[in-house]
Nanobody
Framework: QVPLVESGGGLVQPGGSLRLSCTGSGRAFSTSSVGWFRQSPGKEREFVAAITAAKLKTWYGDSMRDRSVISRDNGKNTVDLQLDRLQPEDTAVYYC???????????????WGQGTQVTVSS
């Protein structure tokens, strides 16, 4: 399976917002749960949020539970992650991946893509 493609990162001031997008292809993407993860330098990759294929369920990690919203458009093969009230500790490379279960953070299926860098700084 070709890695998913992340986009939308950038430099934002503390308190700002960003909308990340994950683009896949084909039925394998539209019929899979998809999750967002992040990794900061020197830290392990961390689960952020996930959504089921039919958009019936979402699940959020503790780190951004109240500051993020995950959504998807299966017609466009995209899964978006809206990030609000960003803080410097949210600086990381953000990745997306297909998952077998949105409740199991290690259930990702594919090779990791390049990710998209989010930098929160004044």
């Amino acid at each position: 399976q070709v890695p998913l493609v992340e986009s939308g990162g950038g430099l934002v001031q503390p308190g700002g917002s960003l909308r990340l997008s994950c683009t896949g292809s084909g039925r394998a993407f539209s019929t899979s749960s998809v999750g967002w993860f992040r990794q900061s330098p020197g830290k392990e990759r961390e689960f952020v949020a996930a959504i089921t294929a039919a958009k019936l369920k979402t699940w959020y990690g503790d780190s951004m539970r109240d500051r993020s919203v995950i959504s998807r458009d299966n017609g466009k093969n995209t899964v978006d992650l809206q990030l609000d009230r960003l803080q410097p500790e949210d600086t990381a490379v953000y990745y997306c991946n297909r998952m077998t279960s949105i409740y199991v953070s290690t259930s990702y299926l594919d090779q990791w893509g390049q990710g998209t860098q989010v930098t929160v700084s004044s």
